[in-house]
């Protein structure tokens, strides 16, 4: 079955680069997610990467898949205020559902 | 740029009482989903629903529940008798046909049973 597992706190300077880690545990999974969610408002999809894929770079956005530990990361380079929130990992073996792990709160602190 | 859009933002209802969620997925989309947050919980998938049918449902899915896409544009969660332990965060979300992997939420709808 599906579980995901995340850190659930972070602490980052602004300008520093923050890494957010998961861990999933289906081998079945094709594609990985992360979203972010600020408070009061829903998920925005961040980014996502398929399975058979080791890196994905967008802009100030890292991801890092290393497929045999079940590990999946987001970097996140030059940390601003604006990235102060709840980052969630997902990972969807289907067209069907995601499944979530808890989230991590990331907090930028000046 | 196209957004899942919900209503009501907020709802408070009775114990007992039925609620209906609605949703305005992104046009053209064809796969969409509701999931729930309760405070300070994982977000949980509830059902999704592909072809006019329910594809997969989690066991939280129980028969309270019913979705329906009444018209080409609208997704509606219903609980039929709310509990307490109905009150969560509600997200509506949408995706593309084959071949397209990106989910899209709404704001999400906060149902506040009393």
């Given at each position: 079955?599906e579980?995901?597992?995340?850190?659930?706190?972070?602490?980052?300077?602004?300008?520093?680069?923050?890494?957010?880690n998961?861990?999933?545990?289906?081998?079945?999974?094709?594609?990985?997610?992360?979203?972010?969610?600020?408070?009061?408002?829903?998920?925005?999809l961040?980014?996502?990467?398929?399975?058979?894929m080791?890196?994905k770079?967008?802009?100030?956005?890292?991801?890092?898949?290393?497929?045999?530990?079940?590990?999946?990361?987001?970097?996140?380079?030059?940390?601003?205020?604006?990235?102060?929130?709840?980052?969630?990992?997902a990972?969807?073996?289907?067209?069907?559902?995601?499944?979530?792990?808890?989230?991590?709160?990331?907090t930028?602190?000046? | 740029?196209?957004?899942?859009?919900?209503?009501?933002?907020?709802?408070?209802?009775?114990?007992g009482?039925?609620?209906?969620?609605r949703c305005?997925?992104?046009?053209?989309h064809?796969?969409?989903?509701?999931?729930?947050?309760?405070?300070?919980?994982?977000v949980?998938?509830?059902?999704?629903?592909?072809?006019n049918?329910?594809?997969?449902?989690?066991?939280?899915?129980?028969?309270?529940?019913?979705?329906?896409r009444?018209?080409?544009?609208?997704?509606?969660?219903k609980?039929?008798?709310?509990?307490?332990?109905?009150?969560?965060?509600?997200?509506?979300?949408?995706?593309?046909?084959r071949?397209?992997?990106?989910?899209?939420?709404?704001?999400?709808?906060?149902?506040?049973?009393?």
């Amino acid at each position: 079955g599906e579980d995901v597992e995340q850190s659930l706190f972070l602490s980052v300077r602004e300008g520093d680069s923050s890494v957010i880690n998961c861990t999933y545990t289906d081998s079945s999974s094709t594609y990985l997610y992360w979203y972010k969610q600020e408070p009061g408002a829903g998920l925005q999809l961040l980014t996502y990467i398929f399975s058979n894929m080791d890196m994905k770079q967008d802009q100030r956005l890292t991801v890092l898949l290393n497929k045999k530990d079940k590990h999946l990361s987001l970097r996140i380079a030059d940390t601003q205020t604006g990235d102060s929130a709840i980052y969630f990992c997902a990972e969807s073996i289907n067209d069907y559902k995601l499944s979530f792990g808890a989230g991590t709160t990331v907090t930028v602190r000046a | 740029e196209p957004e899942v859009t919900q209503t009501p933002s907020h709802q408070v209802t009775q114990m007992g009482q039925e609620v209906i969620l609605r949703c305005v997925p992104i046009s053209n989309h064809l796969y969409f989903y509701w999931y729930r947050q309760i405070l300070g919980q994982k977000v949980e998938f509830l059902v999704s629903f592909y072809n006019n049918e329910i594809s997969e449902k989690s066991e939280i899915f129980d028969d309270q529940f019913s979705v329906e896409r009444p018209d080409g544009s609208n997704f509606t969660l219903k609980i039929r008798s709310t509990k307490l332990e109905d009150s969560a965060m509600y997200f509506c979300a949408s995706k593309g046909g084959r071949g397209r992997y990106e989910q899209y939420f709404g704001p999400g709808t906060r149902l506040t049973v009393t």
